[in-house]
């Protein structure tokens, strides 16, 4: 499959953005797969940011949970990550992935590809 987020920007703390990622390729895995959204400081490794399930539940990094929604739309084969009260430390490049496994309670491990992220800037 092949990934591409979009939907990054610049914008002012308290600023949303909703990011997309649309995949092609095996739509089939959106009936099999956890999905989610991942981030990159410079220099760092990706962080997780949030998943979600076949059945819809999600799970997010306790420093976006409440700010941060995941979604997907299986017929459109896509996932979205919407951003609201952004703050400057969110600012990184975002990426989507769409094979995750859980390997302790919401601890999670991404294990399919990368495809080219989307930054998100967040300064006043």
């Known amino acids: 499959v092949q990934l591409q987020a979009s939907g990054g920007g610049s914008v002012q703390p308290g600023g949303s953005l909703r990011l997309s990622c649309e995949v092609s390729?095996?739509?089939?895995?959106?009936?099999?797969?956890?999905m989610g959204w991942y981030r990159q400081f410079p220099g760092k490794q990706h962080e997780f940011v949030a998943a979600?399930?076949?059945?819809?539940?999600?799970n997010y990094l306790p420093p976006v949970k409440g700010r941060f929604t995941i979604s997907r739309d299986n017929a459109k084969k896509a996932i979205y990550l919407q951003m609201n009260d952004l703050k400057p430390e969110d600012t990184a490049v975002y990426y989507c992935?769409?094979?995750?496994?859980?390997?302790?309670?919401?601890?999670?491990?991404?294990?399919?590809?990368w495809g080219q992220g989307t930054q998100v800037t967040v300064s006043s």
């Open positions: 390729g095996d739509g089939s895995i959106f009936s099999t797969n956890v």
């Open positions: 979600i399930t076949t059945e819809g539940s999600t």
């Open positions: 992935n769409v094979d995750l496994r859980e390997i302790a309670h919401g601890i999670w491990f991404a294990v399919g590809s």
